[in-house]
């Protein structure tokens, strides 16, 4: 707001008084500028205040809708997924028992076996239901058909029994299972290779170890003489190699070329110095 003076409100009188007829005085001016000022001030204000507080309603909305979306998170997490219902169909046949070993199909091995389905029935391989779920780690079917009275000792066209089966797959829970009802850790496939054979050969590391523990002969040699260190030395397989070593493995039993693991060890090291001398040769050049 402006201030006057007394002299000053004077001249303003006066010049008003002059200027009535057009009403344009200072004085006049002056208010009505004041006037426009206050007015525009008291709208930003307003304005402003409404801004605010639209803002802050929406930062309501957005916590509140954020807060919405914890909650849902947090009751997902807390639900239970329930399992697809398993359709039983009442006539189970023997290739329906058989693929319901591998897919893991509780249902149906429960229907063909109360109906007194033999449970060593096998495909054109030879590989019965207890090959194909310790395969595919089916530890459930598993334990059922040894239940049922599967026969752990039984064997496919390669000679492979279950316990075969579970190395090469790497599931250690059925391998366990299948030991646990006198499984044979020394049992030979078409091969002539232990399981530990090839736990090793699949870089199933905790198989093999189960497998030791169990008694399996660390030295067993298979057709071709090799025995489960010189696959361990093939492939590199330094935790392995460690394994077999800390077991009593011969790093001097040869095969039949006559090449024991060392040998080969240092057959691999001469072969990797020659590429690394060639290599550097051809550098040079």
């Known amino acids: 707001c402006h201030t006057f003076t007394a002299e000053q409100r004077k001249s303003c009188i006066v010049s008003e008084s002059e200027d009535a007829l057009d009403g344009t005085g200072e ?7 004041e006037k426009q000022d206050d007015l525009r001030s008291t709208s930003d204000a307003e304005n402003h205040n409404t801004d605010h507080a639209n803002l802050q309603a929406e930062r309501d909305c957005q916590n509140i809708l954020e807060l919405k979306m914890r909650t849902a998170a947090k009751k997902d ?4 997924t329930q399992p697809a219902l398993e359709i039983v169909p009442y006539y189970v046949d023997e290739d329906d028992f058989l693929t319901a070993a591998v897919e893991n199909k509780m249902g149906i091995i429960e ?10 029935v096998c495909d054109n391989f030879n590989r019965t ?4 779920a310790c395969s595919h780690g089916n ?3 598993v334990k059922r058909l040894l239940e049922a009275g599967a026969r752990i000792e039984k064997k496919d066209k390669l000679h492979s029994t279950p316990v075969h089966c579970a190395c090469r797959g790497g599931n250690l829970a059925a391998l ?11 049992a030979r496939d078409k091969l ?12 199933h590391h905790k198989c093999a170890e189960h497998l030791l523990q169990s008694g399996a002969n660390v030295n067993a040699k298979d057709r071709e003489g090799d025995t489960p260190m010189h696959d361990a030395v093939k492939l590199n397989g330094l935790k392995t190699i460690e394994l077999l070593l800390q077991h009593g493995a011969n790093l001097q039993i040869k095969n039949c070329e006559g090449k024991s693991p060392m040998d080969s060890v240092l057959q691999w090291q001469n072969g990797a110095k020659s590429i690394l001398i060639n290599n550097s040769t051809g550098t040079r050049k």
């Not at 997490?77 to 239970?80: G, K, L």
């Not at 366990?176 to 020394?186: A, E, P």
Request: glycine share 6%; net charge positive; aromatic share 4%.
């Open 176 to 186: 366990k299972l299948l030991l646990d009802h006198n499984g044979s850790v020394s």
């Open 111 to 120: 229907r063909y076996l109360e109906k007194g389905g033999d449970p060593d």
């Open 77 to 80: 997490s807390v639900r239970v």
């Open 192 to 203: 002539n290779s232990t399981p530990l054979h090839v736990a090793v050969r699949t870089a």
């Open 129 to 132: 239901a207890l090959h194909r």
């Open 139 to 141: 530890v459930k079917v």
């Open 27 to 33: 004085y006049e001016t002056s208010v009505h500028q």
